[in-house]
């Protein structure tokens, strides 16, 4: 009876099958694998405030050792493209020619931006467009601080030798800003040095960073106040110059999440601009220096440049949410 034995057999092994694909569903065991795919296209649908950077050559790797990431500023091959970016700057003026677009399958919109709400207009239309969001804010999808403190194992920098004390540079002045009210306020128990666009006495671009650093504080403050919204002023003006930062902006414990709590005074710490004036006339050597302390474990990474932004999104590809589409983007943003 070969013919029985045979189909028992074949019986016993379907069985045997058959469990063995129950056993594996309880686990969750993924089934599909995803078919190997050559290197992601980034699309940089218009460059940040029409910008050209220079894309020749593999960038993501050679500049900022991310592999398999091309960008590109073709809208030729708006087809091919895994991801395009789109900053919200141009989205403005150029709204027609997006809505013209279909999306092909898979293929991922990016909303980009580094300002804050009150300074971006015109997002009530951009309901149910984007997949992925790309901004200063720490839940973003894609997050991309002005700056971040990174360890360094080189010994601290030295304090550069001061002869003021309180710088600011400023290029928009407008009174109905916070950050005018606050300077008026501190400016009548302390002489403050402006600078830049707005003053008497603009600086060139090179010459910055040298003059706030003969201060030992410079007024860090931000033109409109918005979680996580924290920018150059900290890190570059600020820390990066060598000065002690005063704050305006988000609350402190929100700066605590980026930088040491001994390393920046806050416009808040105080209960009036007169008590904060004399605690900078008055503050000793010894406590200056603690400010800095920081220093001797982290430097300043600053991220300026557009090309390392977008080759982030590479390197975060594969976590990033899939079927995620943003139905109230301007909620999303202003909260
Ligand atoms: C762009 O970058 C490539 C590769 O680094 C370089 O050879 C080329 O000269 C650059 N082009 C311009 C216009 O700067
Ligand atoms: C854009 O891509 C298309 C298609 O690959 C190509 O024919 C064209 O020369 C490219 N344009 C530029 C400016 O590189
Ligand atoms: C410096 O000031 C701090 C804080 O006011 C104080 O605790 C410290 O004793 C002072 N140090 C010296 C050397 O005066």
């Not at 220093?295 to 590479?314: A, G, N």
Request: proline share 6%; with cysteine; aromatic share 14%.
């Amino acid at each position: 009876m070969p013919t029985l034995k045979s189909f028992a057999g074949v019986v016993l092994l379907m069985s045997m099958l058959w469990s063995l694909k129950f056993f594996y569903q309880q686990f969750d065991v993924p089934v599909r694998t995803l078919p190997y795919r050559g290197p992601l296209t980034v699309l940089i649908w218009d460059w940040p405030f029409h910008h050209v950077l220079n894309l020749s050559g593999d960038v993501c790797a050679s500049l900022y050792h991310i592999q398999s990431c091309r960008l590109t500023g073709n809208r030729s091959l708006y087809s091919q493209a895994d991801v395009v970016v789109f900053h919200h700057w141009e989205l403005q003026e150029g709204m027609a020619s997006l809505s013209s677009e279909t999306k092909p399958p898979g293929q991922n919109w990016v909303w980009v931006t580094m300002e804050s709400p009150t300074n971006t207009k015109a997002l009530a239309s951009w309901n149910q467009i984007f997949n992925w969001v790309m901004t200063y804010k720490q839940d973003s999808d894609i997050f991309i601080p002005y700056g971040e403190l990174v360890p360094h194992l080189s010994a601290s920098m030295e304090i550069p030798p001061k002869s003021g004390l309180v710088s600011w540079v400023i290029s928009n002045y407008h009174q109905a800003q916070k950050r005018a009210k606050v300077y008026q306020e501190l400016a009548k128990h302390l002489k403050v040095d402006v600078y830049g666009k707005a003053s008497k006495k603009p600086l060139c671009p090179d010459c910055l960073l040298s003059t706030i650093s003969r201060y030992k504080f410079y007024l860090a403050f931000e033109n409109s106040v918005h979680q996580d919204y924290i920018t150059e002023k900290l890190w570059r003006n600020a820390l990066l110059a060598g000065t002690v930062p005063i704050v305006l902006g988000p609350p402190r414990a929100n700066y605590e999440q980026f930088i040491p709590a001994s390393s920046f005074i806050h416009v808040e710490d105080f209960g009036s601009m007169k008590e904060l004036a004399s605690f900078l006339r008055t503050m000793n050597s010894s406590c200056y220096q603690n400010f800095f302390n920081w220093r001797e474990r982290y430097r300043v990474k600053l991220s300026t440049d557009w090309r390392e932004r977008f080759c982030t999104i590479c390197a975060q590809y594969s976590s990033l949410p899939q079927g995620k589409l943003y139905s109230d983007l301007e909620s999303w943003f202003r909260t």
